[in-house]
């Protein structure tokens, strides 16, 4: 279907969707606006009204992205967009954003259907790891014993060395634990996609895609990892989400 006239005001697009899909009806809009759909044959454009789009780079803003998405991926397949995504008033979205992929967006969406992403964090517990780091490592011992007691000025030198030491010996645990950790979270999703990790304690970042009939697994799975491992680390698991990294190429 096509709008009914152009409205004066640009359009924030959140995702596509499949022209019968459940709106969420907690979360606003970017600006606090309601969410509408702009259908176009299967599918259809989730929007809402920019009211000030200077208003977009706020952390606010980008918050109420994620959670429309969230929340829409709770409930049917969703084609995330980007964060930022607005389109002139002027423009008609049924015919000129979807029509002339209207088909390819929806052979998209079918290929997520009953699939759910999740991002899955795994950090060494950093008090844990530096105290089996001290007692394997008499150079580590030796500058916690000299650093005790003193300023940073005093002892700069000695605290930049155990940072390295600490650093580089996270890294190389990293290269040998995160593996078989993955393996077996790769053993109960259809498919994964690792992140770059940021910091020296962090283990591994990865977004998994689950079937929704396999939930209660995946979960078991985690935890039993989680259980495993609780003396030297930390797994944080966030979901359901868009599936932001496993939009299929269109």
């Known amino acids: ?94 015919d000129e954003v979807l029509a002339p992929q209207a088909d390819v967006f929806a052979e998209a969406l079918g290929q997520l259907s009953g699939l759910s992403q999740f991002t899955l964090r795994i950090s060494f517990d950093r008090d844990a790891i530096l105290r089996e780091i001290v007692r394997g490592n008499p150079e580590v011992a030796e500058l916690r014993e000299r650093i005790s007691g003193t300023s940073e000025d005093e002892t700069r030198n000695e605290r930049i060395r155990l940072g390295e030491i600490v650093v580089k010996t996270m890294e190389n645990w990293r290269t040998t634990e995160a593996p078989p950790i993955l393996e077996q979270i790769r053993s109960v999703a259809e498919e994964t996609a690792m992140r770059e990790v940021g910091q020296a304690e962090d283990v591994a970042e990865v977004a998994v895609l689950i079937r929704k009939d396999t939930l209660d697994e995946f979960d078991s799975v985690v935890e039993g990892l989680a259980e495993a491992n609780q003396e030297r680390m930390r797994f944080r698991l966030v979901g359901p989400q868009a599936p932001y990294d496993f939009v299929p190429e269109m």
Do not use: C, W
């Not at 409205?7 to 499949?18: K, N, Q, T």
């Open 1 to 94: 279907m096509s709008e009914e006239g152009a409205p004066s005001a640009d359009r924030y697009l959140y995702g596509i969707v499949l022209a019968d899909a459940e709106l969420p009806t907690g979360p606003d809009g970017v600006q606090g606006n309601a969410l509408t759909v702009v259908g176009s044959g299967p599918v259809a454009a989730v929007v809402t009204e920019l009211v000030d789009p200077d208003m977009l780079g706020t952390p606010e803003a980008l918050q109420n992205h994620s959670v429309v998405l969230d929340e829409l991926a709770e409930k049917q397949p969703v084609l995330p967009l980007a964060f930022g995504t607005v389109v002139p008033g002027e423009t008609d979205i049924a």
